[in-house]
């Protein structure tokens, strides 16, 4: 069981959160609220445990400025290797930033992050169709055939904090562009998935893959049976801890009317194959 969706934070950023959350916008949006836990590695590893998660992808959190972003990463690089056969790192850049970000992402890649991600358009101040922004970026991700992880979500229903504008008009005008780039939607893509049943959509997102990060707060449970069963490879399940409990939502999952292979896919297996993971590494 593999969890292809969880945020941890460095102690710096957990202490001082008031702080930080008065300098990036959209981290004050999400945790102002001291009630919004923020988790160490610590925590998630435990959370791991009880929930009989092998392996979680561990995510920072994408900050406008790039120098947190590297805060996060250098925090979620050393917890992958204190727990080596548990976190599955993603480094955060901010795209804005130009070369910084690249020269930030090569160095993570470089030290073992499976993926760069969650990018998080609206907060870090773009939009998923900024073609001049993310070309350098989504050209570097190509040729290291490392995965990205977007955030998008739906356009519709109720309003929470964390809720952007890019959703599937902007994910599907940035699968388009980088049709070779392994594209990880988060959210379910925002709905894009369901887009997938017209025969042309489905070849240009080829390469796109959604997670299923914070789906009790949004979907009924049909969602997961629908998916499986038109695209049983390309769903990766994700919880969004600390936003949704592990075990939890690990019980909810393996609940659902899903045949033994969905279940298996759904729940490590097509991350375990795009991340490209051997039964070693784990
Ligand atoms: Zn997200």
Known sequence: ??????????????????????????FGELYADPRHHLASAEELV??????????????????????LCA????YVLDAAARFPERLLPFAVVQPASGEVALREAERCLEHGAFGIGE???????????????LDPL??????REKPVMFHVNEQLGHAYPGKGANGVV?????????PENKIILSHWGGGLLFYELMPEVRRTLQNVYYDTAASTLLYDE?????AMSWM?????????????????????????????????????GNVFALLGLSEATP
């Open 1 to 26: 069981m593999i969890d292809a969706h969880c945020h941890i934070f460095p102690p710096e950023l957990i202490t001082n959160r008031s702080t930080y959350a008065e300098r990036e916008i959209w």
């Open 46 to 67: 435990a959370s791991m445990d009880a929930a009989q998660i092998e392996a979680s992808v561990a995510i920072g959190f994408a900050f406008n400025d790039p120098g």
């Open 71 to 74: 805060l996060c990463n250098d």
């Open 119 to 133: 990018l998080q358009p609206d907060g870090q101040g773009y939009s998923l169709e900024e073609q001049a922004l």
């Open 138 to 143: 989504m050209a570097l991700l190509k040729s």
């Open 170 to 178: 902007a994910g599907y005008a940035l699968c388009s562009r980088y």
């Open 222 to 226: 049909r969602i997961f049976s629908a």
């Open 232 to 268: 049983p490879n390309k769903i990766l399940w994700g919880s969004d801890y600390p936003l949704l409990r592990q075990k939890r939502f690990r019980d909810y999952v393996l609940n659902l009317p899903l045949t033994d292979d969905q279940q298996q896919a759904l729940c490590g």
